[in-house]
């Protein structure tokens, strides 16, 4: 991906979310007429401050629009509990209609999919690479196991 193409791409990601924001003022069903879902993104993927990302995400923006949780260097080492409340407040809204791309470190993504869960009664979905297809698919998940039709 050139450097161009991913500052236009980061330039309509901010005017998408202004966007968002201005639809607070709607009810909730309006919201979802109005509103594509949300793609989530983990963390910001390593080398977007140099202009140099080390993958390329483009192909999860069919999903819908991107929202970046947190930076590239965010740790949960010594201390989860910010953490933990800066994702539930940047994850409040999360619906069944949105999906999380799981980048960064293992264990923020674990705590992102654990909070998503929460908010949305033990359901979300998640964005997979296929290397075969080279492509994102969606993969949803219920931890409470309630889902009809699931094949084992």
């Known amino acids: 991906m050139k450097v161009k193409e991913y500052a236009n791409t980061l330039n309509q990601l901010k005017k998408t979310e ?9 009810d909730e069903l309006e919201k979802y007429a109005f509103s594509k879902p949300i793609v989530h993104v983990v963390q910001e993927i390593p080398g977007t401050k140099e ?9 999860a923006a069919e999903y819908g629009t991107f929202k970046f949780l ?7 080492i010594f201390s989860p509990g910010p953490l933990i409340f800066k994702l539930r407040q940047k994850l409040k ?5 949105d ?14 999919c654990a909070v998503a869960s929460d908010i949305n009664m033990g359901r979300f979905k998640v964005l997979k690479w296929d290397r075969r297809r080279e492509k994102y698919l969606p993969l949803e998940i219920d931890i409470t196991g309630r889902r009809k039709n699931d094949e084992i």
Do not use: M, R, W
């Open 93 to 97: 809204k999360f619906s069944e209609k």
């Open 18 to 26: 202004k966007i968002l924001d201005e639809l607070e003022g709607l």
């Open 51 to 59: 202009g140099k990302p080390k993958i390329n995400i483009i192909g």
């Open 70 to 76: 947190l930076p590239e260097l965010s740790q949960i």
């Open 99 to 112: 999906y999380l791309l799981l980048t960064g470190d293992p264990a923020i993504i674990g705590v992102a």
